[in-house]
Nanobody
Framework: QVQLVESGGGLVQVGGSLRLSCAAS????????MGWYRQAPGKQRELVAT???????NYADSVKDRFTISRDNAKNTMYLQMNSLKPEDTAVYYC?????????????WGQGTQVTVSS
């Protein structure tokens, strides 16, 4: 069983920065694509950014040029550097990972971390 643990959320003022981390642990053959998603109250969960095992990234238009996704494959950890935060960035942020164990491919969600941007 693979576990994903997010950290780094909190309360920040408009224009501030936060860095989220997502650490993967457990048994797996390889960690494939990983991503950050967020869900604001009353809204559907939406994609924020993804990163492949090779480092190719993809961002939602709403966070381009403000957020940076990265990963340290040696530590099985993914990061999300969030700069120039806006009130509309307030949400619970979830990490997701695709991984392979034996010959099977699985997906896993973290428990989420709250990000609140105050004006």
């Amino acid at each position: 069983q693979v576990q994903l643990v997010e950290s780094g959320g909190g309360l920040v003022q408009v224009g501030g920065s936060l860095r989220l981390s997502c650490a993967a642990s457990g048994r797996f053959s390889s960690m494939e694509a990983m991503g950050w998603y967020r869900q604001a109250p009353g809204k559907q969960r939406e994609l924020v950014a993804t990163i492949t095992s090779g480092g190719t990234t993809n961002y939602a238009d709403s966070v381009k040029d403000r957020f940076t996704i990265s990963r340290d494959n040696a530590k099985n950890t993914m990061y999300l550097q969030m700069n120039s935060l806006k009130p509309e960035d307030t949400a619970v942020y979830y990490c997701h990972a695709d991984y392979v164990r034996s010959v099977w491919r699985y997906g896993r969600w973290g428990q989420g971390t709250q990000v609140t941007v105050s004006s």
